[in-house]
């Protein structure tokens, strides 16, 4: 079974400010994990993904997330924040021999001027 | 990337009727589709999974004789609701797998918002 825990209904940040949005998963084989954003009344974007290799991965818009497998984790980060960042935010988990996605709730993203 | 369309992006129907949703790949080919559900500030819930040429499979407590899945071409997936009530108000959204080696993130649609009176 694979599931995905995002932690934070939601992350309000000052604009310019870092910010960092949570998850966790857990899977039984190996990870493929993804973020995806959501606008309103929209469909999902595709942030970026982690499949195998570097911890670190980059991302869209300036968006980045590291995949920590001691901790179950793939935190999406920001440097600094703009306020166009707000948005619903899934972080996604597919476990390999798996072909459907497991999204976490969202976390709301909340970017003050 | 890879650009996935759905069509209606609204829909109001009556009690009872049936509503027809479309899903399509535009510059690739699906053999496969995703069909997923979201209420209000909620997650996605996969519905069922399109598979051109064979049955849908759907997923636990998805009733497959409400939502009939036809995957009728590599680049089109309906979704049809029968008989809706107000509780399958929601928004429906379809995925496609990314094509190439290494690729295994799916591309979205932009929903379809629908409401039954």
């Known amino acids: 079974a694979q599931s995905v825990a995002q932690p934070e209904d939601q992350v309000n940040v000052a604009e310019g400010n870092p910010l960092t949005v949570k998850c966790t998963y857990s899977v039984s084989g190996n990870p493929y994990l993804f973020w995806y954003v959501q606008y309103p009344n929209r469909g999902l974007q595709f942030l970026l993904k982690y499949i195998t290799g570097d911890n670190l991965v980059k991302g869209s818009y300036g968006f980045e997330a590291e995949f920590n497998k001691s901790q179950t984790s793939f935190h999406l980060k920001k440097p600094s924040a703009l306020v166009s960042d707000s948005a619903l935010y899934f972080c996604a988990v597919r476990d390999t021999g798996y072909s459907t996605l497991t999204f976490g709730k969202g976390t709301m993203l909340l970017v003050s001027p | 990337g890879a650009v996935v369309s759905q069509h209606p992006s609204r829909v109001i129907c009556k009690s009872g009727t049936s509503v027809k949703i479309e899903c399509r790949s535009l510059?690739?080919?699906?053999?496969?589709m995703f069909w997923y559900r979201q209420f209000p500030k909620k997650s996605l819930m996969l519905m069922a999974t399109?598979?051109?040429?064979?049955?849908?499979?759907?997923e636990q407590g998805v009733e497959k004789d409400k939502f009939l899945i036809n995957h009728a071409s590599l680049t089109l997936s309906t979704l049809t609701v029968t008989s809706a009530h107000p509780e399958d108000s929601s928004f429906y959204i379809c995925?496609?797998?990314?094509?190439?080696?290494?690729?295994?993130?799916?591309?979205f649609g932009p929903g379809t918002r629908l409401t039954v009176t």
């Open positions: 510059d690739f080919q699906a053999t496969t």
């Open positions: 399109s598979n051109e040429g064979s049955k849908a499979t759907y």
């Open positions: 995925s496609a797998p990314a094509q190439g080696a290494g690729s295994y993130e799916q591309y």
